[in-house]
């Protein structure tokens, strides 16, 4: 299901200063445009060719609010882009290339492929930034960067559907917001997982694998979370690592090791996919480092929690990096050191990563990119 299905030609570029421009089509970036242009905010959204990040790939939603039954991520991702439209944001199915961030006054031109600044002027208050796009740019007052992230996969055949995302953790999709946060696991079509029978985000679909086998890859923090999220559902949790030794915290590694239910298998290296005919996931092809012999174990889910890669291309060299990668915010609602730029959801966010607090992290934004339009304008 596209979230462009059915409707008709969108609005063009436009030709004057608008007031925001959200940078992204997943929950913080839709979030954002919602309370935005229900401020009377002249915003336009750059939602990408893809848009709606992970929450395209996954089938069934049940951790958002207001959906007891569930909801498909697709369709989430469509009703949020309406009402997006409805309240008065302008959508286009666009990708932002490049930035041309201004500290004050007129922006400077930009090395292709790069985003640039201008010096500080005198009013950076009223400083406008240029969003580059393929059909022309896109002079603005705000900026919400909820670019997100992408979970790093493990590059294996069929690991997504096909027509999906060819370079896990790179920037060819920078207009979609992406992330396990958002509550979703890659692949589509028929099984579990999102369809494929492997997913990045426990927390959002382990009640899916309820009493059956499953892999979870990786040796961090990460991957003993997903390991306890999936042990209150599945019948048996296989932890592969590749190393000897685990980087998780102790105490997270005690829990794991303290499961009746959970075996963990070091020097492990997950090498194929086993699929039965109808393109269920039965099973992993497992080698063993230290010998090279492989062994086959079967599981109906795998999860790979081997850390996510924040979209940050955008804003290379002009907004702090954490120690993790992500946006550094120095204010409320995601300010950055850049006057009117603001960030949300998963580019900023190395915790949670859910699609809920993407949602409210670009509501955040948005309330306070309201109070700096109305300095703005005075």
């Known amino acids: 299901?596209?979230?462009?299905?059915?409707?008709?030609?969108?609005?063009?570029?436009?030709m004057d200063t608008v007031d925001a421009v959200v940078v992204g089509g997943g929950p913080a970036g839709w979030t954002a445009a919602i309370y935005l242009a229900r401020a009377c905010a002249d915003t336009v959204v750059l939602a990408g060719t893809a848009p709606g990040g992970q929450l395209m790939d996954t089938g069934i939603v049940e951790n958002f609010p207001g959906f007891p039954e569930g909801i498909d991520g697709p369709e989430l991702m469509a009703r949020m882009r309406e009402q997006a439209e409805r309240a008065g944001a302008r959508v286009l199915a666009l990708d932002a290339d490049n930035i041309r961030y201004a500290t004050g006054g007129s922006p400077s031109t930009a090395t292709p492929?790069?985003?640039?600044?201008?010096a500080p002027g005198t009013s950076p208050g009223r400083?406008?930034?240029?969003?580059?796009?393929?059909?022309?740019?896109?002079?603005?007052?705000?900026?919400?960067?909820?670019?997100?992230?992408?979970?790093?996969?493990?590059g294996l055949p069929g690991e997504i559907r096909p027509g999906g995302e060819s370079q896990p953790g790179g920037e060819t999709q920078p207009g979609g917001e992406a992330g396990t946060g958002d509550g979703a696991g890659t692949g589509g079509g028929a099984g579990l997982g999102g369809g494929l029978g492997v997913a990045y985000c426990a927390v959002c679909e382990a009640p899916l694998f309820k009493g059956r086998d499953v892999a979870v890859v990786g040796g961090g923090d990460s991957a003993m979370e997903e390991v306890l999220a999936l042990s209150r559902h599945a019948r048996r949790v296989h932890l592969l690592h590749r190393g000897d030794t685990f980087r998780a915290t102790p105490v997270l590694l005690g829990r794991v090791r303290a499961l009746p239910h959970v075996e963990i298998g070091t020097g492990r290296v997950v090498r194929a996919l086993r699929r039965d005919t109808d393109g269920r996931l039965v099973g992993l092809s497992v080698e063993h480092t230290a010998t090279g012999t492989a062994e086959d174990l079967a599981v109906q889910g795998l999860f790979v929690a081997i850390g996510h890669e924040p979209r940050t291309r955008l804003a290379d060299g002009f907004v702090t990096l954490t120690a993790t990668g992500h946006l550094h915010s120095t204010g409320p609602g995601g300010a950055t050191e850049l006057p009117g730029v603001f960030v949300a959801g998963d580019v900023a966010d190395d915790r949670f990563r859910q699609a809920v607090t993407a949602a409210g992290a670009g509501c955040a934004a948005a309330l306070e990119i309201t109070r700096y339009l109305e300095d703005v304008h005075a």
């Open 1 to 14: 299901m596209s979230i462009w299905a059915n409707v008709a030609a969108g609005p063009t570029l436009p």
């Open 113 to 118: 492929g790069r985003a640039s600044a201008e």
């Open 127 to 154: 400083a406008l930034h240029e969003v580059v796009t393929a059909e022309g740019t896109v002079r603005t007052r705000a900026i919400v960067l909820a670019t997100g992230s992408a979970p790093r996969r493990l």
